[in-house]
């Protein structure tokens, strides 16, 4: 029994006083601004941008008032219905912690202070210092952060102005080592959305990607798809998940330990015959020198380093194998785990090769998308400079910029100084690991702009701001999707912005002709752009208005319905063996090394997702800050009854460098191993004008201080942090 | 007559919260109140766990203490398929419905009525199903007539193994859970 | 071990329930109490003694009416949709014993008025003369005098017993779910009452009376409890577990000291010593017995809705 004590009594009616205060239907919060205000539903299509996964959705006026958003029917990537993200979509639109108008600094950076400037001001300073930093260092010297499809426009302005460097946190800190090491597997990456045939595979193996808790609509409709096939699921995190809970194996794995069972796996299929030996004579490049190293790797030899029993190794490998090529080993999303990544994911890749799942029904399907020319824009100046992100290829098989790179490069100045910063839509120190780095890096900056909806920690430390309307109060770039269907789909506003938000396909615009690029901008507005490329694809914009999405022709999908079998490798073949990782100085065939471990008494810090939240983006969106107010810090029921904490109570976290977190919940459980700790990433918000979402819960990036770099690509693991636990007074 | 009920696969519900926040937006209710939540109902030690996901909202009782108990007649059972319904000006905010809920599914609303799960009745009236049945993402939820032997909740019913809450309070639930 | 989550967190209800706060404890301690002066007015009207200036039974009705209207108020203050109160009245909804109190509630009143009539107090009768002639006319029909008796027994008794039933009606909380409830109010509400006549009385044979009827009382009271209790860890397992939260959980310690110690079994000997002529009449006991009373019904309306079926996990 566990008695209700005096202390939750108080913090009962405490909450409830809160509560009461905080009371007011969400959509009563702020009245629109309403032009014209019409009686009864309307209805609009749009597409999402909660997360980047840019679901089809409609949005529903009441009475001329933002009511809510739903699925789009026609929309082959959200099959008509939303996350949870996307329908609390409104939530955005009614944050009253949202961004209002454009904001220049006043004090220091990071100390939030600012004064409210009009656009014409805020534009013009930027465009003064740009001019500035082009003629003292040149146009390189501007880098471009970003994330979403709504950077579009914005890149192309500082395309015009000679820029070349643009990163996105999420190739160095996310999916790019498992695009890398399927790029040098197959010659294609995984992309976005990802081409994993979720649906149809029989067989699903999910190794720490937390589908369900991690709603990327698509993959977690396809999900449930598979199991409600009966598909065979099994799972490796060190955490129980929601998808461990739908598995028919769920493998506790040691954290960091991934490559030695993926090794180990194709082991027992290699030397048990049980890989597609028609498709890896036919497809494969180097079997034989794979198959000698691979047979060394023994589910025996496994066992101590993965903790998983060599007879449950040996009974996923079959259960793999019995349903190939309908098994799909899911390459997961957010990779960047311990600096091994890019092997590991090629690991991943190889063990899909045997399957012989790549191209086939069940494993991963090619994608297709709908031809539509991009706008004929004059030509953007030859930059005189190499990218600064990967100085002398130092990581040979990065096919995109890295972020932490061009971060390296504002810090240092090497190989050239970076001195203006545009970010756009990324909240950088709760995407990059150590964000005192970035703090310094920041600091050498001429120029600091971050445009975003709300103040996030990033936008604290920016010289000037700019308000962005939301995705329902404006028109993006439309959506030409690689997928499984073609289409095309369109963002369309929905509703006005409140206050002094402004689209970005118009700070874009007007940004250049602030520069004097007026030129690369011969449209007058955004509907003409889109008008212009969409009538070009032969296609009706008044129908693309109507309908939100058009769909393209049926074209294969796999190759039994007539895809070629086309590997871009060096090989033209799916490398086995790769001979240019061997001339790189790497391993050729993957090889496990056992991670380091954490000084007595830590815990190795683990993240994730929640499926109401995404990234550090929604903690103030009303809906869904409700839905999950705060985050919490899972600790094995036996750790903690040594701590003697219970469910509920506050703890802090300290990491190996000292950095003590902010004070958070703890979530007493069995569904986690004892020697790690698991919290959702996002939370802990620091700016001060995130006045709902400030101070809930902790963050974890704040706890990253360390991160092992993949040697392949330049990815930054974030696994490599340990923790120990803070009684709270 | 209709008897309607909802019917929920645990194995393919994987707790998005999508029913509740769609709940949120449809029908308005304010912020830090829930009309349906998500359970996770974890058994076992690590590593042999099982765990069932479920959304949870007002049963809709075939047997309604929160009817019964009401002094005013404000909780009742609404016609259309015995959608169990709260007149907001007929509550005077007794509590007396809260405190005979074995799900605790209702709650007093800001404004002072007794609030809950209306099973969406405003668009179950128009043949739509409800709306957090209309946004599940992983289609775990099903909403019917548990009277029609061809509809396709009790289909299945019929066909799989369910359970219901707290079955043992003789409240006669009509929110069935799918094992 | 078994981990249950729960996304929802409505409040009053969650983490448990939590809707009455001490408006609802006070009001049913003041209801059972009405109930038990109502009983006794109606005893010594029934029995003749109102025509004896000094008896308690001329004071108590008017006394009855002030408390019982301050418990109402009480129960209004509770009410979160006040504005809509009259609502009651436009009803009669016959499973749900709010509706009977709030119709009991309604005739107690001109009940206890025509027990007041019956000999109106001095005070007044020197205030309004015409009082005087309104009692004389009625004391003039005996019969009716009597039944008038009768009737404040009648709906004292079910005054007493709602307070319970209100309760032991909302099944989903274990803890009330039974029916020695309706019982358990009523004796304790009778207890409490002979209490409180005991110290307002002004005759000596009146407050022995009393204080002897008291111990009987609550000499049943703790054989109701016992029942009580013993029903609920013979029951399922959560009506164990609500027990338990009684006898050895979060609301042990008042039950036992307040409940049971300080409010049955201290004034129980004190009193049993007292109309033994040991030690004399204070009113220490009946303090301790009024104080237990209110504190039985807090103990029984906090406990019972922290007592729930989920699972009785709590």
Same mark, same amino acid.
């Given at each position: ?729 | ?179 | ?143 009716? *005098?009597?039944? /008038? +008796?009768? %009737?404040?027994? $009648?709906?004292?008794? !079910? =005054? ?98 307040? *409940?049971?110690? /300080? +409010?049955? %079994?201290?004034? $129980?000997?004190?009193? !049993? =010593? ?41």
């Amino acid at each position: 029994m566990n008695p209700l004590s005096r202390r939750k009594f108080l913090k009962i009616s405490g909450a409830t006083i809160a509560a009461a205060a905080a009371v007011g239907t969400i959509s009563k919060a702020i009245e629109t601004s309403d032009a014209a205000k019409q009686k009864g539903i309307q209805k609009i299509p749009t597409f999402c941008d909660i997360c980047f996964w840019k679901c089809g959705a409609i949005a529903y006026l009441r009475n001329g008032k933002l009511w809510k958003v739903e699925g789009n029917p026609l929309d082959p990537l959200s099959r008509g219905r939303l996350c949870p993200r996307g329908t609390g979509g409104i939530g955005a639109h009614y944050d009253p912690d949202r961004l209002r108008s454009p904001l220049i600094r006043t004090q220091e950076r990071g100390e939030e202070m600012w004064k409210e400037v009009t656009w014409d001001e805020a534009l013009g300073y930027i465009a003064d210092k740009m001019q500035k930093i082009k003629s003292q260092y040149g146009a390189e010297s501007m880098a471009l952060f970003s994330h979403g499809i709504g950077v579009n426009f914005l890149k192309h302005t500082l395309k015009a102005y000679g820029a070349i460097n643009f990163a996105a946190p999420s190739f160095a800190q996310c999916r790019g080592p498992r695009d890398v090491g399927f790029k040098l597997t197959y010659g294609e990456d995984v992309s976005s959305p990802e081409r994993t045939d979720i649906k149809n595979s029989q067989c699903l193996v999910l190794i720490g990607s937390h589908l369900g808790e991690n709603m990327h609509n698509t993959q977690a409709q396809e999900f449930a798809d598979a199991v409600q096939n009966d598909a065979s699921i099994i799972v490796v995190d060190p955490r129980f998940s929601v998808a461990a809970s739908k598995a028919k194996y769920y493998l506790p794995i040691k954290p960091g330990t991934d490559l030695a069972l993926l090794l180990a796996w194709m082991n027992v299929i290699v030397s048990e015959n049980l890989y597609d030996k028609e498709y890896v004579e036919k497809y494969g490049f180097g079997f034989e020198q794979f198959k000698a190293e691979i047979l060394s790797y023994t589910p025996e030899w496994a066992y101590p380093e993965t903790g998983i029993e060599p007879k449950l190794i040996r009974a996923t490998a079959r259960e793999m194998a019995r349903y190939k090529p309908a098994t799909l080993i899911h390459p997961g999303r957010h990779v960047t785990w311990y600096g091994d990544d890019a092997q590991r994911s090629r690991a991943i890749a190889l063990l899909n090769a045997l399957m012989g799942s790549w191209g086939r029904k069940g494993g991963f399907y090619y994608p297709v998308n709908m031809d539509v020319p991009g706008y004929p824009y004059p030509a953007y100046p030859t930059p005189a400079k190499e990218k600064v992100d990967n100085p002398n290829k130092k990581y040979p098989f990065a096919h995109e910029a890295i972020t932490t790179g061009i971060r390296e490069a504002t810090l240092t100045g090497n190989p050239y100084p970076i001195k203006g910063w545009f970010v756009y839509a990324t909240n950088l120190l709760q995407a990059l690991p150590n964000e005192d780095i970035t703090k310094q890096a920041i600091q050498n900056l001429d120029l600091m702009v971050v445009v975003d909806v709300i103040p996030s920690e990033i936008a604290g430390w920016a010289d000037v701001v700019l308000p962005e309307s939301v995705y329902l109060e404006r028109y993006d770039d439309i959506n030409v999707e690689w997928f499984r269907d073609s289409f095309v789909a369109l963002r369309q506003p929905v509703v006005e912005s409140p206050h002094e938000q402004k689209p970005n396909w118009w700070i874009a615009k007007k940004l250049a002709e602030k520069l004097g690029f007026g030129n690369y901008y011969p449209w007058k507005d955004v509907e003409e752009y889109i008008n212009h490329r969409i009538t070009a694809a032969g296609l009706s914009f008044d129908e693309l208005k109507k309908n939100g999405i058009i769909l393209g022709a049926n074209q294969p999908n796999y190759f039994d319905e007539g895809v070629p079998a086309e590997f871009p490798t060096p090989s033209g073949k799916i490398e086995f063996f790769s001979l240019q990782l061997q001339q790189a100085g790497f391993d050729p065939v993957p090889k496990y090394k056992r991670p380091a471990g954490g000084p007595a008494g830590s815990f190795r810090l683990l993240y994730g997702r929640a499926p109401v939240h995404s990234f550090s983006r929604t903690q103030s969106n009303r809906i869904l800050s409700d839905a999950m107010p705060e985050n919490e810090v899972w600790l094995n029921a036996n750790i903690a009854e040594r701590y003697g904490l219970k469910s509920g109570e506050y703890i802090k976290l300290k990491n190996q460098d000292g950095v003590v977190s902010n004070k958070v919940k703890v979530k007493v459980t069995e569904r986690i191993r004892q020697d790690c700790i698991y919290m959702v990433h996002g939370f802990g918000h620091t700016a001060k004008g995130l006045k709902h979402a400030f101070g809930k819960g902790a963050s974890d990036s704040q706890l990253l201080t360390r991160f092992e770099t993949d040697p392949l690509m330049g990815g930054t693991g974030m696994n490599v942090n340990f923790v120990t636990i803070e009684m709270e007074g | 007559m209709a008897r309607f009920g909802m019917v929920i696969d645990t194995k393919k519900c994987v707790g998005c919260m999508d029913c509740v926040v769609a709940c949120k937006t449809e029908n308005d209710v304010p912020e830090a109140f829930n009309r349906d939540w998500i359970v996770q109902d974890v058994r076992g030690k690590n590593p042999d766990l099982h765990m069932e996901i479920r959304t949870e909202r007002c049963n809709h009782c075939d047997n309604p203490p929160c009817v019964y108990c009401c002094p005013t007649g404000a909780s009742h059972v609404h016609d259309l398929g015995g959608i169990v319904l709260v007149t907001h000006d007929l509550c005077i905010g007794c509590k007396a419905c809260l405190a005979s809920c074995p799900y605790d599914a209702r709650f007093i609303h800001p404004e002072g009525y007794a609030d809950k799960c209306t099973f969406c009745v405003h668009r179950v009236e128009r043949g739509l199903d409800p709306a957090c049945v209309s946004v599940c993402p992983t289609h775990c939820m099903y909403f019917g007539d548990l009277d029609d032997p061809n509809s396709q909740v009790s289909k299945l019913l019929a066909s799989r193994k369910n359970h219901s809450l707290i079955p043992e309070a003789g409240t006669k639930p009509q929110m069935f859970y799918l094992v | 071990m078994n981990e249950y989550t729960t996304t929802r967190h409505n409040e009053l209800v969650d983490p448990s329930l939590h809707i009455w706060g001490w408006e609802i404890p006070v009001y049913l301690f003041i209801g059972g109490l009405v109930a038990g002066m109502m009983i006794i007015t109606g005893y010594f009207i029934f029995k003749g003694k109102y025509k004896d200036k000094a008896c308690v039974c001329r004071s108590l009705p008017l006394l009855g009416m002030i408390i019982l209207s301050a418990g109402m108020f009480a129960l209004f203050l509770d009410l979160e949709h006040k504005l809509y109160t009259w609502r009651l009245y436009l009803t009669f909804k016959a499973t749900s014993p709010m509706s009977w109190g709030a119709w009991i509630l309604i005739v107690v009143y001109p009940t206890m008025i025509a027990s007041f009539l019956v000999n109106v107090p001095e005070y007044f009768s020197r205030k309004f003369p015409w009082m005087v002639g309104i009692s004389e006319k009625l004391q003039q029909h005996k019969y009716a *005098v009597k039944n /008038i +008796g009768v %009737v404040n027994m $009648l709906l004292g008794g !079910l =005054l007493g017993i709602y307070t319970g039933v209100l309760l032991s009606a909302l099944g989903a909380r274990p803890l009330w779910n039974s029916s020695m409830l309706w019982l358990l109010f009523l004796v304790s509400g009778l207890s409490a009452a002979s209490a409180f006549v005991h110290m307002v009385a002004k005759r000596v044979e009146e407050r022995e009376l009393l204080a002897k009827a008291d111990n009987g009382f609550l000499i049943l009271e703790i054989f109701v409890i016992g029942l009580f209790i013993i029903g609920m860890l013979t029951s399922t397992k959560v009506h164990i577990q609500s027990a338990l939260v009684l006898l050895s959980g979060l609301y042990a310690p008042a039950f036992w000291v307040f *409940v049971l110690g /300080i +409010g049955i %079994v201290i004034p $129980l000997i004190l009193q !049993l =010593l007292a109309v033994n002529h040991k030690i004399k009449h204070t009113p220490i006991a009946p303090i301790m017995v009024i104080v237990g009373g209110l504190v039985l019904r807090f103990v029984i309306v906090y406990a019972g809705q922290y007592t729930h079926w989920v699972d009785a996990a709590f």
